[in-house]
């Protein structure tokens, strides 16, 4: 804000506060009383501009220590000796690689982004409506069997009025919050959102389609499986663990399906990239790696192969959600069998967890900014 003093023979000022567009030097608007004042003013007038100098100020590092109190706090959420239900999800570990003061601010202090209710609806929202309502697809389509055939899969790609129905049920469960028997009203962003979800879900059957017959396992199944970590005050023992949207099989291949309604697909160079804090770390890949992981020692029968279906990407004839590595301009490599990555993987997150409970590694802001653009605690550290 800048203010012109209009200085009078008389030593009286009058003041005059006017914003500037950027780039310009002029007032964007005088006031006409002002305006006229200048003209048919008889006496000497001085336009002085008074600037206020102000510069950036510098922030601190913040870092919190690993103190006692810290440790016990941690120990305490944890470990299961401690907290039966303790565990650290994929989503934990996600937020350590990114930053691990937003760990600590999530995880430890315990602090989380205030509730808002809102009449828009945000890509989480969005997700929700999607995986809610292919959950209840598969759930009526294997009623009466687990083996999806394409004739099912057409059938139901004919019925819109079936799709969308899904669609209205998800709306009505998780956003209206009304029964079933009742008929959402949906304003005009509302009906648009539905009508893509609608469109994804052709989608993902159309992607079936091409796979099938398949045998559908299971959709939105909780796994976990308990784990050791070494630290210099003793052992932690904990879990790890998550919510797999959907597993299905084929071939003796156990298929981890991970639906995705936004981003693109992540080629990493390797499994080391996953665990290396990085703008383009692929936090995806690293979760879908810890399912699969966990299913290797469940189902050792059997080949474990991780994917991420893109669903807005779904649309091609030629699209697969099957998971690709390699470095930049190389040949990439399918994976297809995650026990020729199992042993790696599991040695860096064994890293990383002791790591995390390490006393003298203390919690400290990311270095990559371009991870502080969306963080809930942006504003605690001032970035």
């Known amino acids: 804000m800048h203010t012109i003093s209009t200085v009078c023979c ?21 006031e006409r009383f002002m305006l006229q004042f200048l003209i048919e003013w008889p006496h000497p007038i001085t336009r002085q501009f008074l ?75 969005f997700g929700s409506f999607f995986h809610y309502a292919a959950e209840h697809i598969y759930k009526d389509l294997t009623t009466h069997g687990k083996v999806i055939h394409k004739e099912a899969l057409e ?9 969308q129905d899904y669609v209205d049920a998800a709306f009505k469960e998780l956003f209206f919050h009304v029964p079933q028997n009742e008929k959402p009203e949906y304003n005009g962003v509302q009906l648009i959102n539905s009508a893509v979800i609608a469109r ?48 299905d099989s084929k071939d003796g291949t156990l298929r981890i399906v991970d639906y995705k309604t936004g981003g693109d697909a992540d080629t990493p160079p390797n499994v080391e990239s996953l665990f290396v804090p990085d703008k383009k770390r692929s936090n995806y890949v690293f979760q879908t790696f810890l399912y699969a992981a966990i299913l290797c020692r469940k189902q050792p029968t059997m080949k474990i192969a991780p994917a991420l279906l893109y669903i807005h990407r779904a649309a091609t004839e030629t699209y697969s959600p099957v998971i690709q590595m390699g470095e930049p301009r190389k040949p990439k490599e399918a994976v297809e069998d995650f026990s020729n990555y199992e042993k790696e993987y599991r040695e860096r997150l064994q890293g990383l967890l002791e790591e995390i409970f390490h006393p003298e590694k203390s919690f400290t802001q990311t270095e990559t900014i371009e991870k502080c653009a969306y963080c809930d605690f942006k504003a605690l550290c001032r970035r």
């Open 10 to 30: 008389n030593g009286q000022k009058d003041y005059l506060d006017v914003q500037y567009q950027f780039g310009r030097t002029e007032p964007r608007r005088m």
């Open 51 to 125: 600037e206020a100098g102000q510069s950036p100020q510098g922030t601190s590092p913040i870092t919190v220590e690993k103190t006692p109190d810290v440790m016990r706090r941690m120990q305490n959420l944890f470990d299961v000796r401690a907290n039966p239900k303790a565990k650290f999800s994929p989503s934990a570990l996600n937020y350590y690689l990114d930053c691990p003061l937003k760990f600590y601010y999530r995880y430890v202090a315990g602090l989380s982004a205030p509730d808002e209710v809102s009449a828009e609806i945000d890509s989480a929202t």
């Open 200 to 247: 994804y879900l052709k989608q993902l059957l159309q992607n079936d389609l091409r796979y099938a017959p398949f045998t559908f396992v299971a959709s939105e199944i909780e796994v976990d499986e308990p784990i050791d970590i070494q630290t210099p005050r003793g052992v932690i023992k904990s879990r790890i663990g998550g919510i797999i949207d959907r597993m």
């Open 155 to 163: 059938t139901l790609l004919r019925n819109e009025v079936k799709l």
